[in-house]
């Protein structure tokens, strides 16, 4: 009887940084981590390939190799269009993707609008702005 041992199980998925929002033309608070198995344990030493796949934003490298735990980790910068960006890692015929959403602040005045002086002088109260994030709906 010959046996035929059974194809080894290779995934690759996300292990953290998905589904984060940033302002337009920012850097991502984190880098997306992508993690390679075989088996349910780690692939060491496997080049991963990082590309955008969809929307506006650049990469900081366009491949990594995973680390003794089987990670790859690629920060990013959101571009200048607002929506859906996917980022895609990819090793032989495996495909992974992470999702992020670039946006348009808001900018709203909190103190200090109003205000008038001479040319060359400074206001009596500075000038405070909050920028955020908007609302969906709006």
Same mark, same amino acid.
């Given at each position: 009887?010959?046996? +035929?041992?059974?194809?080894?199980?290779? +995934? *690759?998925?996300?292990?953290?940084?998905?589904?984060?929002?940033?302002? *337009?033309?920012?850097?991502?608070?984190?880098?997306?981590?992508?993690?390679? +198995?075989?088996?349910?344990?780690?692939?060491?030493?496997?080049?991963?390939?990082?590309?955008?796949?969809?929307?506006?934003?650049?990469?900081?490298?366009?491949?990594?190799?995973?680390?003794?735990?089987?990670?790859?980790?690629?920060?990013?910068?959101?571009?200048?269009?607002?929506?859906?960006?996917?980022?895609? /890692?990819?090793? /032989?015929?495996?495909?992974?993707?992470?999702?992020?959403?670039?946006? *348009?602040?808001?900018?709203?005045?909190?103190?200090?609008?109003?205000?008038?002086?001479?040319?060359?002088?400074?206001?009596?109260?500075?000038?405070?702005?909050?920028? /955020?994030?908007?609302?969906?709906?709006?």
């Amino acid at each position: 009887v010959t046996t +035929t041992p059974a194809q080894a199980a290779r +995934t *690759l998925a996300v292990a953290s940084g998905a589904d984060q929002t940033g302002a *337009l033309n920012s850097d991502a608070d984190l880098p997306i981590v992508f993690n390679l +198995t075989e088996n349910g344990q780690p692939v060491a030493g496997e080049v991963i390939s990082f590309r955008v796949a969809e929307g506006s934003a650049s990469l900081a490298a366009t491949s990594a190799s995973t680390d003794s735990s089987g990670r790859a980790s690629v920060r990013f910068r959101y571009g200048g269009s607002a929506g859906r960006i996917r980022i895609e /890692a990819s090793t /032989a015929n495996l495909v992974a993707s992470a999702f992020a959403t670039a946006f *348009l602040p808001d900018l709203r005045i909190v103190s200090g609008n109003g205000q008038s002086a001479r040319a060359g002088t400074r206001l009596p109260q500075d000038l405070v702005i909050e920028i /955020a994030q908007p609302v969906a709906g709006d």
